[in-house]
């Protein structure tokens, strides 16, 4: 059993950087492939970002292409969220997720633990 715990989210202006992260409060996610996933307000979860087991492939939704990276660190099991240049249209809850999947999932239902979220708002 895997617990996750996501930090490092707050108000910050358009063109800010803020850096996620993501812990395994329980257990380790060494063998999971990892995403980060956003709420945005009125809208339902879409999926961000996504890194491999090992950590040499990642994959971006295409608005954050350019401008967030995803890596892991798996001796200490915690997954970041580097988000520069922000935009109003980041705002949302993100949450960071644990998968047994293969391939490149992007599908919610596709990955076996959540955390709680931490809220992004970008002011313009």
């Known amino acids: 059993q895997v617990q996750l715990v996501e930090s490092g989210g707050g108000l910050v202006q358009a063109g800010d950087s803020l850096r996620l992260s993501c812990a395994a409060s329980r257990g380790n996610f060494n063998t999971y492939a990892l995403g980060w996933f956003r709420r945005r307000p009125g809208q339902e979860r879409e999926f961000v970002a996504f890194i491999d087991v090992i950590g040499d492939i990642t994959d971006y939704t295409d608005s954050a292409k350019g401008r967030f990276t995803i890596s892991r660190d798996n001796a200490r099991s915690i997954m970041y969220l580097q988000m520069n240049d922000l935009r109003p249209e980041d705002t949302a809850v993100y949450y960071c997720?644990?998968?047994?999947?293969?391939?490149?999932?992007?599908?919610?239902?596709?990955?076996?633990?959540w955390g709680q979220g931490t809220q992004v708002t970008v002011s313009s």
């Open positions: 997720a644990a998968s047994r999947a293969g391939g490149i999932p992007r599908r919610i239902a596709l990955y076996d633990y």
